[in-house]
């Protein structure tokens, strides 16, 4: 299970910190994932990290956000750093069994948490 938290209302150029608590399986052998959904949009990749420690983010949050985890506690974390309204979206982890490789395409993730809402202010 996965389970999403740390969002808010922040106003732009703001920070917050998500964190994505992970339980029932070894953390360290999946390869993570963040994703985001804006109203009326469709969900989108935002970052990965494989097992290794690879990251890979889009280029709207390249040089902003920041993926990384903490195997001992089983926690993954998107800090967001320079928000801007457009970043506003519900915010959802996920954990893939593809772990050797950074992971952008939805499908290809086998858990999901339930999502934390950010919303940015301008």
């Known amino acids: 299970q996965l389970q999403a938290s740390g969002g808010g209302l922040v106003q732009a150029g703001g920070s917050l910190r998500l964190s994505c608590a992970f339980s029932?399986?070894?953390?360290?052998?999946?390869?993570m994932g963040w994703f985001r959904q804006a109203p009326g949009k469709e969900r989108e990749f935002v970052a990965s990290?494989?097992?290794?420690?690879?990251?890979y983010y889009a280029d709207s949050v390249k040089g902003r956000f920041t993926i990384s985890r903490d195997n001992a506690k089983n926690t993954m974390y998107l800090q967001m750093t320079s928000l801007k309204p457009e970043d506003t979206a519900v915010y959802y982890c996920a954990a893939t069994g593809d772990r050797y490789s950074v992971v952008v395409v939805a499908t290809r993730y086998n858990y999901w948490g339930q999502g934390t809402q950010v919303t940015v202010s301008s």
């Open positions: 990290m494989s097992w290794s420690d690879y990251t």
């Open positions: 029932g399986r070894t953390f360290s052998t999946y390869g």
